[in-house]
């Protein structure tokens, strides 16, 4: 009802950006046939990544340019066949994949109503590392940690923390009333998913009531902070550059 009346908890500032599903609108985008895609993330926003959401109907396939992007996709819900290069995999709910730039990929034979979410980024080279391989994994095997030894907030690594990587995407669970240990500020820019769960972002001077499919983006050295609220877990996949230099 209140959308009714144009009311909706989406804002959007030059430094942080919170989109619902209610705001989503789709896009045509070459690459991605049989399927809706919403870019949430991107430099129009004043990013420097594209983060977008790819719901698939019957017989719909995804596959976008490669020549300088990297990729990095995760299953939202449902299921499908990734492939990249010649490895190939069928895939279910919490599989994800990396395809490095200048490698092909493709999302194919989805369930219907399957969701991937798409990290990319164009790689910026490091002198003397070589690049990145490709992978394809079930996050249900990575190991989680407790975060600074908090045991209500768990941290998932999905890509190896190796210099070759520019970009890491994780995976974050917190207990009901887990929280961050403290307000972060730093370089690394961020694209978030809420996977589950319900909770309270801080972004800047701002408190938003953030739930399942929500999308966050935080600018380098925007203030934040988060607490899972209700009485269930909250879980979010974001994303963040890395291992590069400050000039």
Not at 49 to 58: D, E, G, R, Y
Not at 196 to 205: I, Q, S, T
């Amino acid at each position: 009802m209140t959308e009714l009346f144009g009311s909706t908890r989406a804002h959007i500032s030059s430094r942080h950006a919170l989109i619902t599903p209610s705001n989503h609108v789709n896009s045509s985008i070459p690459g991605i046939t049989g399927a809706k895609a919403v870019v949430l993330i991107n430099g129009a926003m004043g990013a420097n990544f594209a983060q977008t959401l790819v719901t698939f109907a019957s017989g719909g396939r995804a596959a976008l340019d490669a020549s300088e992007v990297q990729t990095v996709g995760y299953v939202v819900s449902g299921g499908g066949t990734i492939t990249i290069g010649r490895d190939k995999q069928k895939s279910s709910a919490g599989y994800y994949f990396y395809a490095p730039a200048g490698q092909a990929w493709s999302f194919t034979a989805p369930k219907v109503g399957t969701q991937l979410m798409l990290f990319q980024k164009k790689y910026v080279a490091l002198d003397g590392v070589g690049v990145p391989k490709a992978i394809i994994a079930d996050s249900a095997t990575v190991k989680g940690v407790p975060f600074l030894g908090d045991p209500a907030a768990n941290l998932q690594v999905l890509l190896p923390d190796e210099p070759a990587f520019d970009l890491a995407v994780n995976v974050f669970a917190y207990q009901p009333g887990g929280h961050l240990p403290f307000v972060e500020v730093h370089v690394m820019e961020h694209g978030l998913v809420m996977l589950d769960g319900a909770g309270v972002y801080r972004l800047e001077d701002s408190w938003y009531p953030v739930q399942t499919g929500d999308v966050i983006w935080m600018a380098p050295y925007c203030a934040q902070w988060f607490v899972a609220m209700g009485q269930k877990p909250a879980s979010y996949l974001y994303y963040k550059d890395v291992n590069r230099a400050a000039l």
